[in-house]
């Protein structure tokens, strides 16, 4: 059984930060990627970032790249997304999860309950 557990989140101003941590419990071959997706009321889910189950990031979306960096301890089982330059868009449930495809982590994966990310402008 895979098991994402998610810490970190919360409110703050635009142009501040915050760090997000999982640790996901348990390994499928399905689970290779961990990261993260998000979820902002009545938009579409979108895949934040990835890493693979060396550590090495797979993927960022478009709307993050440069600002956000996705690490893994893999000692820990543990993956970290650090945000920098947050936006009032950035606003969403951010759900950790760990699947087969990085840019859809939702797609056969597993995932946590979520942690919201307030930013206000």
């Known amino acids: 059984q895979v098991q994402p557990v998610e810490s970190g989140g919360g409110s703050v101003q635009a142009g501040e930060s915050l760090t997000l941590s999982c640790e996901v419990s348990?390994?499928?071959?399905?689970?290779?990627?961990m990261g993260w997706f998000r979820q902002a009321p009545e938009k579409e889910r979108e895949g934040v970032a990835a890493a693979n189950r060396d550590g090495y990031s797979a993927f960022y979306a478009e709307s993050v790249e440069g600002r956000f960096t996705i690490s893994r301890d893999v000692v820990k089982n543990t993956v970290y997304l650090q945000m920098n330059s947050l936006k009032p868009e950035d606003t969403a449930m951010y759900y950790c999860?760990?699947?087969?495809?990085?840019?859809?982590?939702?797609?056969?994966?597993?995932w946590g309950q979520g942690t919201q990310v307030t930013v206000s402008s």
């Open positions: 348990g390994f499928t071959y399905s689970s290779r990627y």
């Open positions: 999860a760990a699947g087969p495809w990085p840019e859809r982590l939702w797609d056969g994966g597993y």
